[in-house]
């Protein structure tokens, strides 16, 4: 059980174009989820927490019109990186937390996204 | 907000050694203190994670010690195998579910 999935998971898009990342909780229903960021040989960085049915809460620095986070149900959380830029080249990951263990955070294997 | 430093970043240790990760942490209101495993291009796994009424914690071959005065902890790996190679990472948080601070990782290679 608390298995998290994420689609696509790997995608190549053009500079100027917005891309839609998906986070499922597969068999439980997660009331938070997380969004994280990771460079290349680097840290995981949380960018948003996001509540099913409520605004995300950005970290200070993200902004938010760029990292649209939409938690329209209990299995599922988008991610949309609107007009991408090689700079937001990166290795997104969803937690989800519920499920079994309330109080841990289930991670998605996630998306490696590459801007040209 | 809180602040996690990790030491080492890189660690070779030869098969059957002890290997020794530091973390330390800002935010003396953090209370909840898990590990987590990475190989490349996978997901994190949870290891093991601490609570701040907790000092030490052991499964198996890993253990995690925490000192809440100092705000420092530590994941201590015994009789490492080629398979422990990965990043490790530690993180903290305020409590379990809660958002995450990670440290920046340490890299672990186990030499057979």
């Known amino acids: 059980g608390a298995v998290v999935s994420q689609h696509p998971s790997r995608v190549i898009c053009k500079s100027g174009t917005s891309v839609k990342i998906e986070c499922r909780s597969l068999?439980?229903?997660?009331?938070?989820m997380f969004w994280y960021r990771q460079f290349p040989k680097q840290s995981l960085m949380l960018m948003a927490t996001?509540?099913?049915?409520?605004?995300?809460?950005?970290e200070q620095g993200v902004e938010k019109d760029k990292f649209l986070i939409n938690h329209a149900s209990l299995t599922l959380s988008t991610l949309t990186v609107t007009s991408a830029h090689p700079e937001d080249s990166s290795f997104y990951i969803c937690?989800?937390?519920?499920?079994?263990?309330?109080?841990?955070?289930?991670f998605g294997p996630g998306t490696r996204l590459t801007v040209l | 907000g809180e602040n996690v430093e990790q030491h080492p970043s890189t660690l070779s240790v030869q098969e059957g050694d002890s290997a020794v990760i530091k973390c330390t942490y800002s935010?003396?209101?953090?209370?909840?203190f898990p590990w987590y495993k990475q190989e490349l291009g996978k997901r994190p796994q949870l290891i093991i994670d601490i609570r701040s009424n907790v000092g030490e914690k052991k499964d198996q071959r890993i253990a995690v010690t925490l000192n809440k005065t100092a705000k420092h902890f530590s994941l201590h790996i015994t009789e490492t195998q080629p398979e422990d190679s990965a990043v490790y990472f530690c993180a903290a948080s305020m409590t379990a579910g809660n958002k995450l601070t990670f440290g920046g990782g340490t890299r672990v290679l186990v030499k057979p």
């Open positions: 996001s509540n099913e049915g409520s605004k995300a809460t950005y």
């Open positions: 935010d003396s209101a953090s209370n909840y």
């Open positions: 937690s989800a937390r519920g499920g079994p263990s309330p109080n841990e955070q289930f």
């Open positions: 068999d439980f229903q997660a009331t938070t």
